[in-house]
């Protein structure tokens, strides 16, 4: 069979090249497409995120626009969509019917199951970017027994979304400002992180020249994990445990030095002297409690947390610091987002980055089926044992 390297969890493959992310984990540097992710962080919406990592450049105004009305034309979901959230029980997980539903857009939409052109995949792109925030608002409306919301055109993005999350017939939801703002910071901090499991596992599916509905709807499920996105589910329901009384900090770090669990929301693959997103969000975190007058005591028991773990010699060899997922969940609570929603929210915010891997392997033409190898540790051959003569 030839030489095999083995590389468990791929540390050390690198699968393929890529225009989109750089990140350099020893110093916590984050850039989409070159730009700083601190500096996006403070100037851009998510919109023009997404433009940027799709496409490459920061779109110019006109560009913006055109893009914004795409979205805005792409946003209603088909009638037909409507049953497939009518047969889901009112318990089903929305990472579930979220990743059903994004793949069963391709069976409204087969025309752009191939994609013949630039003009094809814009298309497609716009409407799971636009698409995305229905289905999950719609997934939660129907968990709650609530009627479902339409999009309202005349809304940015976030708007919109919290409009069909939280509107009720007659009485629009008003998010703030400062609740828009966190939102998109939110969305914008998650978009993309290079070849992390999710996006590796669409680009593994697209590898087999898959279509793009199929492609992110695996990447939906890769991210459900609590080792991957179902982290930032896992950082609120330690901190309410805490918070209940539980167990207190220093016992949870026990615990987790123990090897019994594990300190959610914190450690990385890469990053090994800070995650720039966690900081970020620490910060926004804090921002937006302070200025809607919102007390958040899980806050307070997360900065402790981190405090504490990252003064403890167990944390301090190992370089585990708060990732992406410590802080989101403060931000996600004050915007009246479930718990269950929390990865739901990770993937919206992702979308933009696993389509732009997608097409970054599709216009290359040249990507080769991902089929890695493994190394064999089972049986030497053996001679088949008829049924009667096994013992
Ligand atoms: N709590 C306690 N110990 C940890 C943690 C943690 N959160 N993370 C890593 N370690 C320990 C691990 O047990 C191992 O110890 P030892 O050397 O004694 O065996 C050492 O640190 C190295 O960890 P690893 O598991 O080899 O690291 P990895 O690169 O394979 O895993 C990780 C990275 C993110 C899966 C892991 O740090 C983890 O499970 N963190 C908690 C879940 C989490 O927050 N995930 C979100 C990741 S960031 C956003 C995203 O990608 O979704």
């Known amino acids: 069979t030839g030489y095999i390297t083995y590389d468990p969890g791929y540390a050390n493959t690198g699968s393929c090249k890529s ?74 997980h929305p990472m579930a019917i979220l990743s059903a539903v994004i793949n069963a857009l391709g069976c409204y939409h087969p ?16 409407k799971i970017i636009s698409k995305v925030r229905t289905i999950a608002a719609w997934s939660y409306r129907k968990a709650q027994g609530l009627p479902f919301m339409y999009p309202d055109p005349k809304l940015s993005y976030c708007r919109n979304f919290l ?17 828009v703002r966190a939102l998109t910071l939110f969305f914008l901090l998650h978009a993309d992180h290079e070849q992390n499991c999710s996006c590796s596992t669409v680009r593994m599916v697209q590898s087999t020249e898959a279509n793009l509905f199929a492609s992110v709807s ?29 167990t207190s900090i220093p016992d949870y770090l026990e615990k987790v030095k123990n090897k019994e669990c594990k300190l959610m929301g914190f450690g990385h693959r890469i990053y090994k002297s800070f995650d720039p997103r966690a900081k970020i ?51 996600l609570r004050a915007l009246n987002i479930p718990v269950n929603m929390f990865t739901v929210m990770f993937a919206i915010g992702r979308m933009p980055g696993w389509i732009a891997h997608w097409y970054e392997a599709y216009a290359d033409g040249a990507t080769k089926i991902h089929r890695p190898r493994q190394v064999y540790t089972g049986r030497e051959p053996r001679v088949y044992v008829p049924l009667d003569s096994r013992i």
């Open 19 to 92: 225009d989109v992310t750089f990140v350099d984990g020893e110093k916590g540097i984050l850039r989409y497409r070159g730009y700083p992710i601190e500096d996006l962080a403070e100037h851009a919406t998510f919109i023009e995120t997404a433009y940027l990592l799709i496409f490459g450049d920061l779109p110019t105004r006109g560009q913006r626009q055109k893009f914004r009305d795409l979205l805005s034309e792409q946003e209603l979901l088909h009638e037909g969509l409507r049953h497939h959230f009518e047969g889901f029980p009112s318990t089903g």
């Open 111 to 126: 025309d752009l199951l191939e994609i013949d052109s630039k003009a094809d995949f814009l298309r497609a792109a716009a």
């Open 163 to 179: 409009h069909m999350m939280h509107s009720i017939p007659h009485r629009h939801y008003e998010p703030t400002d400062a609740q």
């Open 218 to 246: 695996a990447g939906i499920c890769a991210l459900w994990g609590r080792l991957h996105g179902g982290a930032n589910a896992g950082v609120i329901e330690m901190l309410e445990h805490i918070h209940e009384g539980g």
């Open 281 to 331: 969000l620490r910060k926004a975190a804090h921002d937006m409690l302070e200025s809607t007058g919102h007390d958040d005591p899980l806050l307070d028991i997360a900065l402790e947390m981190a405090d504490a773990a990252m003064s403890d010699e167990y944390f301090i060899e190992r370089r585990l610091y708060p990732n992406v997922d410590f802080y989101s969940g403060i931000i």
